[in-house]
């Protein structure tokens, strides 16, 4: 399949259409389309019934015979009319951003509640079309418009039913899945066990770390995320327990984020982001080796602060070292712009901005004494003595410290253990005055 990409840079609209246009044919080309040709226009406003106007609607009929094009991939989302207008008047199949990216995640999709997510996505998309589908189809029958229709419409409105009756039963299957996420950030917070999610734009490379982690801590069951070079390689969420020094923590995986991201998919993006908002430490995985990684950061610090997340301690970690050419200022505009939009006094050292390469496993010490230096400052370091008759002060130092140290004595067991400062009033009356060497 041929496509032609189309582009529209509208004044007063703060977009990069270089950059959008380099995405957006990224996203064509794993659902098999080879992008032929791009098209670029300057416009005050969209044409409300072609988006682009009739002198450039004529522009891309010549251009779809020259390079003998079949498609046309519209950078912007296109409204169900202007959709149907331009097929008609082009003769060929148009679709536009929002679509290209609801395939891509319908393909993807791996787990029950990103499949639920992306099926309720598509169906809303295709229910503001629907109408139109059979806008010129012949009615069959006759007799008054009060007590009869035709086939044509009585199609359109069985078709409408299903998918509404479809949307309903999505959504509350999503309301039970996400109850059961509810509860378990609940327990993992009574737990006391630190959370450190990995965010940033898609293909970065946060799987890729989120494994180099696994690798070099040798965690005992170190079940890998599935990692590819592509966009949205992975659109679930994936969590592993990491231990560190004694510290013991678990890593997130989220899904990546992307610029334009469809109307239908906003609210079921953010849904998947919920435990980012209950995350004791952030890493923005940022891939230093692209032209627009400025931009790509942008749109995820903007992603964070609107779920609310931008309070929530960060590292800046730079990946993809080993691709060459890296924009060697770009850690310190990344700081300034997070320290700006995010008003934080953040000091440029090695526990903020932190080097990746995922491939060699160099500079993965140095991201794991960041997460643990930024995790430690929220615990204190105990020498407890516990009589062995104090199951109920046992059980929480088991269940939720890090235990370093335990040895059983006469009457006691001796523990050293990092905690949390909210257990310390339980565990205060067994303090000791050092820790024994």
Do not use: W
């Amino acid at each position: 399949m041929k496509a032609i990409l189309v582009g529209v840079y509208f004044k007063n609209v703060n977009n990069d259409l270089d950059y959008s246009l380099h995405e957006l044919k990224k996203l064509a080309t794993p659902l098999g389309y080879e992008v032929v040709y791009s098209v670029r226009q300057n416009k005050e406003k969209p044409d409300p019934n072609t988006y682009i106007g009739k002198g450039k609607v004529e522009e891309l009929k010549g251009l779809l015979i020259d390079y003998e094009a079949d498609t046309v991939i519209f950078d912007d989302p296109l409204s169900p009319s202007q959709n149907r207008n331009l097929e008609l008047l082009l003769g060929c199949k148009v679709i536009d951003r929002s679509f290209l990216i609801l395939e891509i995640f319908l393909r993807r999709a791996k787990t029950n509640e990103a499949k639920l997510e992306i099926k309720l996505a598509r169906d809303k998309y295709l229910l503001s079309r629907i109408s139109l589908n059979y806008l010129n189809d012949d009615r069959e029958g006759g007799g008054s418009a009060f007590n009869n229709k035709g086939s044509g419409e009585t199609k359109r409105e069985l078709d409408r039913r299903h998918l509404l009756d479809e949307i309903n039963r999505l959504e509350n299957e999503l309301k039970e899945i996400r109850k059961r996420k509810i509860n378990q950030i609940e327990r993992r917070k009574k737990n006391e066990v630190p959370v450190v999610s990995l965010v940033g734009y898609t293909n970065a490379g946060k799987s890729s770390t989120l494994n180099s982690l696994l690798e070099y801590t040798n965690t005992n069951n170190p079940k890998k995320v599935y990692e590819k070079d592509e966009l949205f390689a992975t659109l679930d969420t994936f969590s592993r327990e990491i231990s560190y020094n004694n510290l013991k923590f678990i890593v997130t995986d989220t899904v990546g984020f992307v610029s334009k991201l469809p109307t239908t998919l906003i609210n079921s993006f953010y849904h998947t982001l919920e435990e980012v908002k209950e995350s004791d430490l952030l890493i923005y995985v940022i891939d230093i080796s692209s032209p627009y990684a400025l931009i790509e950061f942008e749109i995820t610090n903007q992603v964070i602060r609107e779920i609310g997340a931008d309070k929530i301690p960060f590292i800046l970690l730079f990946t993809k070292i080993d691709k060459g050419n890296p924009k060697t200022n770009l850690p310190l505009e990344a700081l300034k712009y997070i320290s700006q939009t995010q008003k934080t006094k953040s000091i440029y050292n090695e526990y903020v901005c932190t080097f990746i390469n995922n491939k060699n496993k160099d500079g993965v010490q140095n991201l794991l004494e960041g997460i643990y230096k930024k995790l430690s400052l929220g615990f204190i370091h105990l020498a407890l003595n516990v009589p062995y008759s104090d199951g109920k002060t046992i059980n929480i130092i088991e269940e939720k410290t890090n235990v370093i140290t335990k040895t059983y004595l006469n009457d006691y067991i001796y523990y050293e253990v990092f905690t949390n400062e909210k257990l310390y009033p339980s565990l205060a009356k067994y303090e000791m005055d050092s820790i024994v060497s």
